[in-house]
């Protein structure tokens, strides 16, 4: 995609989160999500919400990363909360013998508050997750963050298996930092990044970060590394299966994970073909802003929710 198109659709993304965030807008949405297609890309407000969803996708093959929707909390109770949450959700899922992992955002459990906050509510979500024999991704957020959530997961790594850790191809750093946790044998969910982030960090072009992706995804791979590739890009995710098959890579090495409500007949047709499919599945009050990124990547979705609101 060239520079022209990309600097067009920077464009067009502010615009969509501008129009969302006019108080007319946002509150008549809020109050009715679902009736402007919110529940196509989450799950409900409640953990039993996100466990029918799960349970429905795992019974037809799926596997499922669980997202209680929140970032940047900064009261310590709130932060407690929301890992108290995933605890919740860990029994839940064991309860009805799911399986799947709980994608956590640092700032969501107290990594805004202190370091150890957030160690401390990490480990309480690992420990809950291991008795249900679920795993733990811990998300990457923006710049600013990545060197505290990469010493998060450098800390509880030691002792806990069942953790794993995301790079996003976006970021120039993305590259040293798989040299630098290549030692602790991690499993790597690779995004192309969602944050807003300066060109002095970050490649402004699409080209570049999907070149990236591929590289550093691959580069994972031929070292025996364990990868979630989660993209809805159809390039990429050709390419990668063709490289999978191309180095004999086992299928439980290479999984792919796409949002739900997201380009769900690609993730059918990948299904059918016999590949490893996470559908990440968020849920929780604070849906209002996940819900706009979404309609942001698709401006005739965001479009669509417009042309209704004002109907009304
Ligand atoms: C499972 C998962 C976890 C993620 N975790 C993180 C994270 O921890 N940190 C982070 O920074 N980012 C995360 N992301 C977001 C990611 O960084 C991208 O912003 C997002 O996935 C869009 O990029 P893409 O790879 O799909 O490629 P794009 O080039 O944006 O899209 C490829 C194609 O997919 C389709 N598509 C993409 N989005 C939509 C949409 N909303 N509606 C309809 N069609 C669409 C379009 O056809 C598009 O041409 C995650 C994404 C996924 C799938």
Known sequence: MSTVTDRVSEVTRAAVFQAFANPLVSNLVRRHGGRFGARRF???????????????????????????????????????????????????????????????????????????????NLERVLIAARAAGLSVRVEMEHAPSVEATLRLFERVRADHGNVGIVLQAYLYRSRDDLERLAPLRPDIRFVKGAYREPPDVAFPNKSDVDRNFRDLLF???????????ATHDGRIIEDARAYARAHTIPRDRL?????????????????????????YVPYGTHWYQYFVRRLAERPANALFVLRSVLRR
Request: proline share 3%.
């Open 42 to 120: 989450v799950a409900g407000e409640a953990l039993a919400d996100a466990i029918s969803v799960v349970a429905r996708l795992e019974r037809r093959g799926f596997r499922t990363s669980v997202q209680y929707v929140g970032e940047s909390v900064t009261e310590p109770m709130l932060a407690d909360a929301a890992a108290d949450e995933y605890v919740a959700a860990a029994d839940a899922f064991a309860q009805r013998g799911l399986r799947g992992y709980l994608s956590v955002k640092p700032s969501q459990i107290g990594s805004d508050l202190s370091f150890d906050h957030a160690v401390r």
């Open 219 to 229: 580069t994972h791979l031929e070292r025996g590394g364990t990868a979630a590739a």
């Open 255 to 279: 999984k792919f994970e796409m949002l739900y409500g997201i380009r769900v007949g690609l993730a059918e047709r990948l299904l059918a073909a016999g590949e490893p499919i996470v559908v």
